[in-house]
């Protein structure tokens, strides 16, 4: 066998894992939903792929993809813990084969016990995230979704480092817009995180008046010049939507294809891949 054809096995035996995770300061603006439907897309077109639940307090992906308590044996938790490391029983199937979870613990001890959890997966998050990622490519994984937790939570922090890509999600509100950018400089910026970054606002009303989306204009070109020297993206204004609002009542998460929102997630994902691509230089 030729040298390069030899690669070429190599290479694709691995492959290469990409990795996106989302965040935001405050709670609510659509981490979950946004992962979901962007892991879920990304294993329809028949890719390998991850989403994974790192919202250890308040977990919800195993709802979203109704796993019943009994198919979920470990869970991030075990593995933020160093208990265990990644391997077949932690990835829970669905009905995509293309599509694996990593779920979090889901009954949460509110007490002692989430505060000890945080306490020890505080030093060592980053250094197990990085090895878990290297695993899931050595499975033969193409892409990784963190969902994380909002804020300054160490984990979601470490994901930031770890991932290729991140994305903020906000909401058309000050508080939002606020919080978005005091968490940019505070950590990001100060972590020296200078590119693949992308923003996107959420829950935006679709007819906004000419002064308000004028102030969201203002909002992104303020979010860009505040991070800068280094770079963050304005990815799109994606509407509010009263149909996934009652989707989601019925515990329906996924965006149907004919809707606006589906159509805004997949020019999303489009962009952050080839520009993680592009950087990869793949
Ligand atoms: N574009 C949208 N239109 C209507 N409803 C939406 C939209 N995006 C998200 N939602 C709804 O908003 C709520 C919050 O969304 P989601 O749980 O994804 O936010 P989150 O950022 O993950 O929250 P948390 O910070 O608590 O993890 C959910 O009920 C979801 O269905
Ligand atoms: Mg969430």
Redesign the pocket.
């Known amino acids: 066998m030729m040298e390069t054809d030899l690669k070429k096995v190599i290479s694709s035996k691995t492959g290469d894992i990409d990795v996106i995770m989302l965040h935001?300061q405050k709670?609510?603006?659509?981490?979950?939903?946004?992962s979901c439907n962007i892991a879920y897309e990304l294993a329809r077109r028949g890719h390998k792929t991850v989403l994974i639940d790192l919202?250890i307090a308040?977990p919800?992906i195993h709802q979203i993809f109704q796993i019943p308590e009994e198919a979920i044996e470990y869970t991030i938790n075990d593995i933020l813990l160093g208990k265990i490391q990644v391997m077949e029983e932690t990835l829970i199937e669905t009905d995509n084969p293309n599509l694996s979870l990593i779920l979090a613990e889901s009954r949460v001890d509110y007490g002692e016990g989430l505060l000890s959890l945080m306490k020890s997966i505080q030093d060592h998050a980053f250094f197990i995230l990085h090895e878990m990622v290297k695993s899931l490519q050595k499975f033969g994984y193409q892409y990784v979704i963190f969902?994380c937790?909002?804020g300054y939570r160490s984990e979601s922090v470490h994901a930031a480092t770890v991932a290729d890509a991140r994305i903020f999600?906000l909401r058309p509100s000050t508080f939002s817009f606020e919080g978005a950018k005091q968490m940019l400089l505070d950590i990001y910026k100060k972590m020296n995180i200078s590119s693949m970054n992308f923003f996107v606002f959420?829950?935006v009303p679709p007819d906004l008046s000419e002064k308000n989306r004028e102030l969201l204009d203002l909002w992104i070109k303020e979010l860009i010049e505040e991070y800068k020297p280094h770079c963050i993206e304005f990815l799109d204004i994606?509407?509010?939507?009263?149909e996934?609002?009652e989707l989601?009542m019925n515990g329906k998460?996924i965006f149907p294809q004919k809707t606006e929102?589906f159509k805004k997630m997949c020019y999303i994902l489009e962009t952050v891949i080839s520009k993680i691509h592009d950087d990869k230089g793949k």
């Not at 994606?238 to 009263?242: A, C, N, R, V, Y």
């Open positions: 935001s709670g609510g603006p659509g981490k979950t939903t946004l919202d308040q919800t969902d937790a909002p999600v959420n829950q994606l509407p509010i939507s009263f996934i609002m989601s998460y929102l």
